[in-house]
T-cell receptor
């Protein structure tokens, strides 16, 4: 199993540009999450999904959108990039059964908005 | 609401030293407690967990005991190695069905050879 994969690894955007961060998991997990990690600030939840077709806002959803058309994929969309969105973005997944809060993380996408 | 507070870093130790990273929490009832580790350039991975009071989680020589009386879950290791250099996150999940995992701010650990 590849686990959780994210693309791209790095990206530089200009203010106002848009992009989609891709996330795929092959563990058949029903829960998926997007976090951002700012230096010294831990992780903040942007959006999450409990299954295909179901998404919900986390702590910091403004400026982002998500969709979950399949169990495997959970892309994160930035429509109008702003410097405040410069961060490292992590996708994670977990299984709602047994140990639902053991989250499996992807390697991250480092995004710079200038 | 629920929260996690962990000691600020960076923490710098020599190889074979004893490690303690403090973590305290605020929550109602008996939350589940976790330590995650993030190695350079990677995502977080679960290191250990404890789901009820007095439980001890352990993995790779690391241990943490769920102390309800002091609302703490301190991470310890008897003899650290250079390969333990990473950022360590304490985390909590509350008792409600819809509670999400809450991460502390992370503690960066440097081990000197």
């Amino acid at each position: 199993n590849a686990g959780v994969t994210q693309t791209p690894k790095f990206r530089i955007l200009k203010i106002g540009q848009s992009m989609t961060l891709q996330c795929t998991q092959d563990m058949n997990h029903n829960y998926m999450y997007w976090y951002r990690q700012d230096p010294g600030m831990g992780l903040k939840l942007i959006y999450y999904s409990v299954g295909a077709g179901i998404t919900d806002k986390g702590e910091v959803p403004n400026g982002y959108n998500v969709s979950r058309s399949t169990t495997e994929d959970f892309p994160l969309r930035l429509e109008l990039a702003a410097p405040s969105q410069t961060s490292v973005y992590f996708c994670a997944s977990s299984y709602d059964g047994g140990s639902p809060y053991e989250q499996y993380f992807g390697p991250g996408t480092r995004l710079t908005v200038t | 609401g629920n929260s996690v507070t962990q000691m600020e870093g960076p923490v710098t130790l020599s190889e074979e030293a004893f490690l303690t990273i403090n973590c305290t929490y605020t929550a109602t009832g008996y939350p589940s407690l976790f330590w995650y580790v993030q190695y350079p350039g990677e995502g977080l991975q679960l290191l250990l967990k404890a789901t009820k009071a007095d439980d001890k989680g352990s993995n790779k020589g690391f241990e943490a005991t769920y102390r309800k009386e002091t609302t703490s879950f301190h991470l310890e290791k008897g003899s650290v190695q250079v390969s333990d250099s990473a950022v360590y996150f304490c985390a909590l999940v509350g008792v409600r069905r819809d509670d999400k995992i809450i991460f502390g701010k992370g503690t960066r650990l440097h081990i000197l050879p």
